[in-house]
């Protein structure tokens, strides 16, 4: 295994597992920041052969972290004097995009360009940054075709060629288009293929294009499962947040552990979930044992109700009673799952183990499940109604209890006989329930409309500014998504969006604008969280 860089200035102890993989500091300072604790098997066992150039078959899927298996050596063997040097293909718009982002990421403190190219887009933007040289291009193969006949695009540079997703590219009827693409590039260059499946075109194409490859397979083993109830919720990307909410709610989570891939998104969450009411708490590898102890003391004391933490900071965790363990994000094997899950159900108690779904998750569930030798059981995300028919139970039995427990309301019920005087129009059942719409979704619920001064918006409607713009890529829908998804608010009341360079106002309800702004402030949009404010009117 290659030394460990010696001038990195980048807090290593952390970073162990990648440190050990001979990155530069400048990468392992991404990562940081990035906030991978530990390199993934996947990552593990091809970024030292990729290194060095050698040709890789990975058999791994999305989820795994191959994404970044490729990428670091790609960002790590750049030599930047000369034009596109590597050349990832993808199946899918999305996953360009994905794909691209990441590696940007990667190779930021490199100042390292990417560029996605895809259908759909624009053909005059994609010259303009291919002739500027950007080093790194990830396309879908049409687009890059047409590239290659317009002479647009010249590969006789490239040092990396990358097949992601190769058995979707199969499906979607691409290998022709592939085998064009590989035909425009050096007979002298790397290649790596990856495929979640390898039916026989895969192999053969394989044969025929890589040389001498690497394999690498993450094969899920047989691993032992613990006694725990097992369940996955299907959830759009999205409203992953509200969906947790919503499973909080609905399961009834009296102490659980909500794990998640990165530390940025431990972060992230933690603070999500306490603006949202619940007693939440993060752990990760950037805290400092002190903080931990403190964290985790709190936790056993019920203080913090959901610890949400990465696989890294849980390890060694003991913590009795668990009576949830939540993959906010699934897990990357069977292994981390297993390990995951069996921190609930302690001592003989039961346990529930639940895990997040997205619909292009479900191949990574099927594994997961073929690992573990069992089925996980579906279940239906809980409707509004069916939170309110819970929650309605409950109010009932706390109000009964307080109704028998003899307690004197004499005070209280002197209130009621004075607003029932003062007020003509409304009954005692008025007043109870009033009461309890105090109760059940405290002050909050009701719409208090905040003075905004004159913010240059439509009548009825605040006009917010946020500092991000174009210059972040932002275009309107991302902005109707991020407001509508993030504060429950219809996407048809919202009103004018003006995008500038550095920055966006849209208009929305006066009676949302708080909720809108709060929402905005904790919430992201387009991956960036951002600053909100009420516009000042323009002089
Ligand atoms: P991929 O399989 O490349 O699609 O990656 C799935 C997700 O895992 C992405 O959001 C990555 O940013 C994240 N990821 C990749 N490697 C790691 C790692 N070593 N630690 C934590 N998260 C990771």
Redesign the pocket.
Same mark, same amino acid.
């Given at each position: 295994m290659p030394e460990v860089n010696e001038e990195s200035e980048v807090r290593q102890e952390n970073l162990g =597992? /990648?440190a050990a993989l001979g990155l530069s500091t400048r990468v392992l300072k991404a990562?940081q920041e990035? =906030? /991978?604790?530990?390199?993934?098997p996947?990552?593990e066992r091809t970024i030292p052969s990729a290194m060095q150039g050698r040709d890789v078959i990975g058999r791994?899927?999305?989820?795994?972290?191959?994404?970044?298996?490729f990428?670091i050596p790609i960002v790590e063997r750049l030599d930047r004097t000369i034009g596109v040097q590597a050349l990832v293909i993808t199946p899918t718009r999305e996953l360009a995009l994905?794909?691209s982002e990441?590696i940007a990421?990667i190779g930021k403190f490199r100042g390292v360009k990417t560029l996605p190219v895809y259908g759909g887009q624009p053909y005059e933007r994609q010259i303009r940054a291919l002739r500027m040289g950007v080093p790194i291009v990830i396309g879908t193969p049409g687009r890059l075709l047409d590239h290659l006949g317009r002479g647009t695009l010249n590969l006789s540079r490239i040092r990396t060629l990358v097949l992601d997703e190769a058995d979707e590219m199969l499906d979607m009827g691409f290998i022709e288009d592939i085998e064009k693409i590989f035909a425009s590039a050096p007979q002298e260059r790397q290649t790596m293929l990856f495929s979640a499946t390898f039916p026989p075109e895969i192999e053969r194409l394989s044969r025929r294009y890589l040389r001498d490859p690497v394999r690498i397979a993450i094969a899920p083993e047989q691993v032992t499962v613990p006694q725990t109830e097992q369940a996955f919720y299907e959830v759009r990307g999205h409203d992953r947040i509200e969906a947790l909410s919503r499973v909080l709610d609905m399961e009834t989570v009296e102490r659980g552990i909500i794990f998640c891939?990165?530390k940025k998104?431990v972060d992230e969450l933690s603070e999500a979930l306490r603006a949202r009411g619940y007693m939440a708490a993060g752990i990760h590898g950037d805290l400092t044992q002190r903080e931990r102890e403190r964290v985790l003391g709190r936790f056993r004391q019920g203080e913090v109700e959901l610890l949400v933490a990465?696989?890294v900071a849980a390890r060694g965790l003991d913590i009795e009673h668990v009576s949830h363990v939540i993959n906010y994000?699934i897990p990357?094997d069977a292994e981390a799952y297993v390990h995951r899950i069996g921190r609930t159900g302690r001592a003989g108690r039961s346990g529930v183990a639940i895990t997040l779904i997205e619909p292009k998750e479900f191949r990574q569930l099927r594994d997961l499940e073929r690992g573990i030798g069992q089925r996980i059981q579906r279940r239906e995300l809980p409707s509004l109604e069916d939170l309110w028919d819970k929650r309605r139970e409950r109010v009932k039995a706390e109000l009964r209890a307080v109704l028998r427990s003899g307690r004197s309301l004499a005070q209280l019920r002197e209130l009621v006989r004075e607003l029932l005087e003062d007020e003509a129009e409304i009954d005692s059942l008025d007043v109870a329930a009033a009461a309890l719409q105090l109760h059940v979704n405290g002050a909050e619920a009701v719409p208090v409309e905040e003075d905004f001064g004159d913010t240059g918006a439509e009548p009825g409607m605040v006009r917010l500014f946020i500092n991000v713009g174009r210059a972040q890529g932002i275009v309107p829908a991302d902005v109707v998504r991020a407001v509508a998804n993030l504060s429950g608010i219809a996407g048809n009341v919202i009103g004018v969006i003006d995008i500038y360079d550095r920055f966006t106002f849209v208009e929305v309800p006066k009676a949302e604008a708080t909720r809108v702004m709060h929402a905005l402030q904790s919430g992201q949009i387009k991956g960036r969280s951002v600053n909100v404010e009420p516009a000042r009117r323009r002089s």
């Open positions: =597992g /990648f990562i990035m =906030g /991978f604790e530990e390199p993934s996947i990552q791994a899927q999305t989820g795994t972290g191959k994404t970044a298996a990428g994905q794909v990441e990421r891939r990165t998104e990465t696989d994000e990357q």
